[in-house]
């Protein structure tokens, strides 16, 4: 990994390298596939919902067990219905451990409730109620696709021991059922173990998983990785550009002297979005006819073309993925220049009053995919709006700082889907009183246009709801949609059974090892 992982607690750690480690330690009631992104069983052996569409049933499995771990007093235990509760109840608290996700709140009845009281109810959430191996939860209205949010990598199941021993500590001892346990976590590498009673097993009967450890190391510096895969002695590479393969490749001579590694690509089309972050509450990004003139001024084929070597799709359709449920029919305009120009002068913008020079907070190294995305936005805001921006590369900790302090008023930022659902796209816009987005951006019908989808039954309208809300950011522009990426992964040819995935994930469970005859 390029960034350290700082946090491995599932309902605060949300950047992809901590997602990534947590989603091998914890479960939830159920999971998406990163290939088909069909939703399949975990903790939940099955769900129900009934005719009204407002209350769903889970039936717990009885044979998964927690990792062994001294918070509990005889090394592990069952996990039980009233964990699950226990978990969703602490999702819905307010505790500075948690990053809210109100598509979830907001629709669990007493959800709202509970969070605004600071979790201080004796009973829990209101609608969260357990039932022998049962767990029913019943929502304020109707939601559709509300297994979708449950499946959220977020949304996994940790006991009540771990937060009572740990406490806020809880971050850095992750206690979960997962197939892979924490072992070690150390400023250069963390080491995960085989959950060796793990409840799973393969199509064979062979109990899952196969791997008994795995190992995941720092090294911000891509050509250091590179020469460690080329040595052998790390197996799987994350953030490769197309440029950076011809270097794994290794040269003709080496491939007839048999030097280079065996090796193989994996790559998908990611459910995700680069794109530009505005502070929609502080000038000049307060002003609409600036971030509309951004918008118009960037050509995102010849960023694509001409500085990422073709690794990236264009966002035609805007902020929001084709989904078979949302036919999107928005049309993002195309690059304007004169029109962009235009919109600055109205912004107030010219010769005699210049737009003020801007720091625009990028995440990685100098040399990265990340870089050269901000290098070319730098170079055509220059050359097209006379605009001067200056790239401040950073951890992605501090740009999460930067963005939350109000410091940084422009960045550079990536979103991935965590379920197959445009609302996973369009909840992050949301505002309401007491509760605030990352771009300050609020909007009315916005936030009515969302409303409607959550609670819309009728497929036809439902989709109407959400191209509406999808047309507003449009033509808002609190961010600025770049590209839509790819997630490519490079692997000595021994380690079998990685898939990549569209949520730029790999489930490690069925992973093995074959050694390559010679």
């Known amino acids: 990994s390029d960034e350290n992982v700082t946090n491995l607690f599932p309902l605060g750690a ?3 390298y901590s997602t990534r480690i947590a989603s091998q330690i914890f479960e939830g009631l159920l999971k998406i596939d990163g290939s088909t992104l069909e939703l399949l069983p975990a903790i939940a052996e099955s769900f129900t919902v009934n005719a009204d569409g407002d209350k769903y049933t889970f039936t717990i499995r009885k044979d998964v067990y927690f990792h062994k771990d001294d918070c509990f007093s005889d090394g592990t235990r ?7 509760k226990f978990a969703l109840d602490f999702a819905c608290s307010g505790s500075s451990l948690v990053i809210p996700d109100f598509s979830f709140i907001d629709q669990v009845k007493g959800g709202r409730d509970y969070y605004s009281n600071g979790g201080k109810s004796s009973q829990g959430v209101e609608g969260i109620n357990v039932k022998g191996n049962v767990v029913e939860i019943s929502l304020e209205q109707p939601f559709i696709g509300f297994e979708n949010v449950v499946a959220k990598s977020s949304f996994k199941i940790f006991p009540k021991e771990a937060l009572d021993r740990y406490g806020n500590n809880i971050i850095k001892h992750p206690v979960g059922t997962g197939p892979f346990c924490l072992k070690e976590w150390t400023d250069e590498r963390l080491l995960l173990g085989r959950h060796e009673a793990y409840w799973r097993k393969d199509s064979d009967g062979n109990q899952l998983p196969y791997l008994s450890q795995i190992e995941m190391t720092y090294q911000r510096d891509k050509k250091q990785e590179i020469l460690a895969f080329r040595n052998k002695e790390i197996d799987l590479m994350f953030e490769i550009s197309t440029e950076e393969i011809d270097h794994l490749l290794g040269s003709l001579q080496e491939a007839k002297e048999g030097k280079n590694i065996k090796h193989k690509v994996e790559s998908a089309s990611v459910l995700g979005i680069e794109y530009i972050g505005f502070n929609n509450a502080v000038a000049p990004f307060d002003n609409l006819f600036v971030r509309q003139a951004i918008a118009l001024a960037l050509n995102h084929e010849d960023i694509i073309i001409d500085h990422l070597d073709g690794d990236g799709l264009t966002p035609d359709n805007g902020f929001v993925p084709y989904f078979s449920e949302f036919e999107n029919a928005t049309q993002i305009p195309v690059t304007n220049v004169e029109k962009a120009k235009e919109l600055l002068i109205k912004a107030g913008y010219n010769a005699q009053h210049p737009f003020p020079k801007q720091t625009f907070y990028v995440t990685g190294e100098e040399g990265s995919k990340n870089y050269k995305i901000a290098q070319a936005v730098k170079e055509q805001l220059r050359n ?6 200056a790239v401040k590369v950073v951890t992605y900790q501090e740009r999460v700082e930067a963005v939350k302090s109000g410091v940084a008023l422009m960045w550079k930022a990536g979103w991935i889907g965590e379920s197959p659902s445009p609302l996973d796209f369009l909840s992050p816009f949301l505002s309401s009183k007491g509760q605030k987005n990352d771009f300050n951006f609020v909007s009315s019908p916005f936030n009515a246009a969302i409303q409607n989808a959550w609670n819309e039954r009728d497929v036809f309208k439902r989709r109407s709801s959400l191209l509406e809300a999808q047309n507003i950011l449009a033509n808002e522009c609190p961010v600025v949609p770049l590209l839509r990426d790819n997630m490519i992964i490079m692997l000595n040819v021994r ?8 949520l730029d994930m790999i489930d490690f469970t069925e992973v093995y090892i074959k050694e390559p005859r010679d």
């Open 78 to 84: 069952l996990l039980t219905a009233d964990d699950v």
């Open 495 to 502: 380690l079998r059974g990685v898939v990549a995935s569209q």
């Open 14 to 16: 949300i950047d992809k």
């Open 384 to 389: 097209n709006l006379n605009i001067e921006i």
